[in-house]
């Protein structure tokens, strides 16, 4: 059984609204911890998601574009959303969790170090990744991507750094450099096939890569019906959960990093993020 910790911040929009009441049986498990900010009827036993401080923002992004995301109105959530990752990584790290899964409102993975778009505006895998290197020397690193769309900032911040494994699978070009690996889709792909794609592509590599974590950019816009849908079935998200979970335990003794990503369907929201924790949490 692992400690699985859930990083959560109030936020407007749609997809998110039935969070946390949807958590309700996960969190009074003795091995579930919540961690929340700006929540306006914060359950007793919570814990505080402490904000990032700006120098951590530094690390990654130009001074430019951190006052582009201040002036866009996203700032504050955008940072709490990266403050989320920031801090699984650190309480993983310190051993009071093993595995994490990060609610966000803003995504992470078209962040680059100087610009952002299509809702991201951080890039909190990257700075968390800065992070752990800075503060306890940490060094080899895994993403796996499987939003629909392809993690162009993700790939630019990391381009040349051999220490980090990142597998995108997307509509764009099959290709590979530095330990960058780009999977091209076909247009429509059922979930065996998606399946098979991973194994070979990431759970492979991630087993020889020995890695020190997993982040997995968990989208679920690639879902039937969604607005990035590539053919995949709802519940293979669970499946998939459970395949890196197995990866991590492989890898990198169970430390797996589920960050949110695309998706906008509430009822998917509400159905897979419970089932995706409770994997997690075993
Ligand atoms: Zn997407
Ligand atoms: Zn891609």
Known sequence: MKRTGIFFHYQYGERLRDFPRALEGILDKDNVFFYDAFYPAKPISSFDLEPIPAELLYRVHTSEMVEQVKRSGAFEGALFSAAGTVAAAIRIWRGEIDNAFIFTGYGDHHAGSHFFGGGCY???????????????????????????????????????????????????????????????????????????????????????????????????DGTQGEYGDIGLTADFHVQLAGELKRAADE????????????GSRRDLARHLIPEIIRVLAG
């Open 122 to 220: 951080f890039n909190g895998t990257a700075i968390a990744i800065y992070e752990l290197r800075q503060r306890f020397g940490a060094g080899r690193f895994a993403i796996i991507d499987t939003d629909a769309h392809h993690g162009n900032g993700t790939w630019q911040i990391f381009e040349t750094d051999l220490d980090l494994l990142y597998v995108c699978l997307c509509s764009g070009p099959t290709s590979e450099k530095n330990n960058k690996v780009n999977i091209q889709l076909p247009w429509s792909v059922n979930d065996e096939e998606y399946l098979r794609l991973v194994r070979e592509n990431f759970v492979r590599r991630a087993t020889r890569f020995q890695p020190e974590a997993i982040f997995w950019n968990w989208g679920y």
């Open 251 to 262: 890898a990198c003794r169970g430390r797996l990093i589920v960050v949110l990503c695309g």
